[in-house]
């Protein structure tokens, strides 16, 4: 394994592997650190050890902070196996692009986890850290698909869960997480007022909270995005990558992904340009971007892209330095933009995304509206939820008839929506 300790980003100190996210010393954020050299083999090697490795996310061990190999057949490494996340469809959407003018999208489907969001990833490599640790208790704060990943990824790792979510959160989401038997906690707050508590108890209990406590090792799942963009696009990188931004954990990883496997050779050329996503209803990134500042001030979410709403993110200024490092931008939409971008998809693509693919759709358009992407782009446009998960922002939004059931009503149906295709038809 090449994962060796974990490191301050401020002040560089060095921990063990344990189960930490803060720097003793000067407060700054815990990450991952690696040393590649450990791997060893040449591009060859390494690529053909990752097509050789199992169809999920867990073909990236290699790269990932877990210290027991990648899963055996003979399933010595239980904890990998648990609830396989990943390798999700990257579709290539000529009729989005023909829509917005640009000649190359491809869209990552990451719908299609098992709980129907990208954060099956993180909590894949949460959990098998927790494991790893002796953790019997997986938790979470979450701003709702999170809710559904631990308890799902507990349920079939044997770990019991508690998860806490803001009390107003969608219906779905709240019933696709009991179902797996977690304790549920719904909290009187936001999201921020739900994070604020859960720090608060880890503190008090000896349990895995996923994104507080095993941080370091949850954020490096999303790293397994942007090797599989890359892999699925035969080994090169795309030019330019659009992100939904909740605490900046996604964009900011994708990009270190993307850019370990540049150092390591197994992709070369540009980073991609990278354009974060937020709602206008909870912008904190978006509105420090536009403003030239170097952090962020805090915001009270009110949007319906709730899996976006964290009004104080926690890699804000690592996603700010991303954005102006790599030529891209951060950019916020408004709700009504949010349900165009939902349509769109749908209507173009034939899938169906919750509000935060809204986001990243509507931004999309956005930038191709402005003249931002150059013709020649290769774009990525990522989708990291489910719609069935935010049924509520597509209410009302087209009729459904109600007709007898006999031929007449159909034709008379048929008439009044489509009057000069039945014409013809006679
Ligand atoms: C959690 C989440 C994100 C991004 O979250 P970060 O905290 O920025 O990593 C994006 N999309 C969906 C659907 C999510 O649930
Ligand atoms: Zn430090």
Redesign the pocket.
């Known amino acids: 394994m090449a994962v060796t300790h974990l490191q301050c980003r401020a002040c560089k100190a060095q921990y063990e592997l344990d189960a930490r996210y803060v720097c003793e010393r000067c407060f700054g954020p815990l990450e991952a650190a690696f040393d590649h050299s450990r791997l060893g083999g040449d591009v060859g090697e390494l690529r053909r050890r990752i097509q050789g490795g199992p169809q999920n996310m867990w073909r990236y061990a290699d790269f990932l902070p877990t210290v027991e190999g990648p899963p055996g057949p003979s399933g010595r490494l239980a904890s990998r196996v648990g609830l396989p996340a990943g390798c999700t469809p990257l579709i290539r959407a000529d009729r989005l692009a023909q829509r917005l003018g640009l000649r190359e999208v491809w869209v990552k489907n990451d719908a299609a986890n098992p709980t129907h ?3 099956d990833r993180v909590v894949s490599v949460a959990a098998a850290r927790a494991r790893e640790l002796g953790f019997g208790v997986l938790a979470c704060a979450s ?4 809710a559904n990943a631990v308890a799902a990824h507990g349920a079939a790792l044997g770990l019991e869960t508690y998860v806490l979510i803001p009390a107003d959160l969608e219906e779905q989401k709240i019933l696709a997480t009991g179902v797996y038997g977690a304790r549920v906690v719904a909290v009187q707050g936001g999201y921020d007022e739900v994070n604020r508590l859960c720090t608060e108890i880890s503190a008090e209990r000896e349990w895995a909270f996923v994104n507080i406590n095993l941080r370091p090792y949850y954020a490096e799942g ?1 790293k397994t995005l942007a090797f599989e963009i890359a892999e699925q696009l035969g080994w090169e990188l795309p030019d330019r990558c659009v992100v ?8 900011t990883k994708l990009a270190k992904g993307f850019e370990e496997w540049r150092q390591l050779g197994l992709l070369e050329g540009e980073l991609p340009r990278m354009n974060g996503a937020q709602a206008q209803g909870c912008a904190p990134v978006a509105n420090a971007f536009a403003a030239g500042q170097e952090v962020c001030r805090p915001v009270k979410p009110d949007t319906i892209a709730k ?2 709403a ?1 009004g104080t993110p926690a890699d804000g200024p690592y996603a700010l330095d991303l954005a102006r490092a790599s030529g891209g931008a951060v950019d916020s939409v408004t709700e009504e933009e949010i349900r165009e971008g939902i349509a769109l998809l749908a209507q173009t693509t034939g899938i169906f995304t ?1 509000t ?1 693919g809204g986001v990243t759709t509507a931004v999309l358009a956005k930038l191709a509206a402005r003249g931002d992407i150059d013709p020649s782009e290769r774009v990525v446009l990522l989708i ?2 489910e719609g069935l998960k935010t049924l509520d922002a597509v209410r009302g939004t087209f009729e459904t008839t109600v007709i007898e059931p006999s031929f007449e009503a159909f034709e008379a149906f048929e008439a009044r929506v489509h009057a000069p295709a039945a014409a013809r038809a006679r």
Request: proline fraction near 4%.
């Open positions: 969001s990208f954060k701003t709702g698909n999170l999303s939904p931004i909740a605490s900046g954990s996604l964009y899996s976006l964290i919750e935060a990291t939820g």
